[in-house]
């Protein structure tokens, strides 16, 4: 498959599957916080919870970057 020269604003995704991912990895981090009860236990699931949150800030704010190309573009094209 070659990759295009540009962004296809039609087949691009409002939410990745690594943004899914992370979220359902911060839902997960909860619910054991409740359960674990050891520090050190604790400090592992906040360390994972730190990463999966910035795996989807990170994920956010690509996808958010390349929306307003595309929706610049779209703006464009409808005022002529």
Known sequence: MKP?????C??????TV????????ISICFRLMA???EK???WFLFFCLLIA????FTDFRYVRRYRDICD?????????
């Open 4 to 8: 295009s020269a540009g962004i296809d």
């Open 10 to 15: 039609n087949k691009l995704a409002p939410l």
């Open 18 to 25: 690594l943004a899914t991912v992370a979220a359902f990895l």
């Open 35 to 37: 359960r674990h009860k």
């Open 40 to 42: 050190s236990q604790r």
């Open 53 to 56: 949150a910035a795996t989807l």
């Open 72 to 80: 610049s573009l779209g703006t464009q094209i409808r005022s002529r």
